[in-house]
Every structure is written in C-alpha cells, then in structure tokens.
C-alpha cells in the first residue's frame, strides 16, 4: 500500500519577492493562505498583495484557504492598508529624487562636452568626452 505523494516545495512571502510564477519559472503555480481572523494579527501588512502579485496569470494561482474562511471584504482589502499607502507614497518620493538625480547627472555630463558652443553642447557629446578621456587615462596607466 503507498499513499499517493507529490513532492512540492514551499517558501516564505518574503523569499519570493521580485519572483516571478508561472510556466517557465522556476515555480509553475502559487498557493497563497491569506490571513484569516483565527491567524492572529499580520507582523507585516501588504504580503498578501505581494505574494498574489507574484504570478504571471490568474491560472497560475491557488487560494489556500477553506472557503469559509474567505470573504469579499477580505480580499477587497489588500493593497489598502495605510502601510501600504506609506509605501507607495515612499516609491514615489524615490522615483521624484531619482529622476532629479538623472536630470543633474544629465546636465554635468553635457556641461563636460568640448564643444566650443554652450548652446550646442550634448549629453552625448559628454559621454564621448568621458570615454575618450577614460580609455586615455586607462592606457596611460597601462603603460606604467
């Protein structure tokens, strides 16, 4: 008598980030267990989104939980706690700063262009300034 088996594996919400599930990945299907009232209170509010939001195709994703554990409300819910709303209010902030970054970055590096006029002076032309200047400066080196 055998009992019929299947090896699977499993990991943690937070091991799973940045993975993507589905066919051709190294994981084909997700069973995600949402909290329920009986679990007790989430250390970590919004791992339900992050961990539905791993699959590339709703076919590939399984819901663990009795029915009756579930509700509407329930499922409603993720992505609106306020932590995720801080969150997204923080990936914006960072999104503002990084492209005011690349706009200064920009700028110095076109400011570096040789070309006589300023009017006419190219981020493009920067580049090929630092990597002219860059490949001499290595060659240079090479040579000691």
Wanted: with cysteine; proline share 5%.
């Amino acid at each position: 008598r055998a009992l019929p088996l299947r090896c699977c594996k499993a990991l943690s919400i937070h091991k799973s980030q940045g993975m993507t599930v589905g066919p051709g990945k190294q994981f084909k299907c997700l069973t995600v267990h949402y909290p329920t009232g009986n679990t007790g209170t989430r250390s970590t509010p919004g791992l339900e989104l992050v961990a539905t939001s791993r699959v590339e195709d709703l076919s590939c994703l399984a819901i663990g939980n009795k029915s009756d554990e579930l509700s509407r409300q329930l499922l409603m819910k993720i992505g609106t706690t306020p932590a995720y709303a801080t969150r997204t209010a923080y990936l914006e902030d960072i999104r503002v700063r990084a492209a005011t970054s690349k706009t200064l970055i920009e700028e110095r590096i076109a400011a570096v262009d040789p070309n006589p006029d300023a009017e006419e002076r190219t981020y493009q032309g920067g580049c090929e300034f630092l990597l002219h200047w860059y490949n001499d400066l290595t060659s240079n080196n090479e040579n000691l």
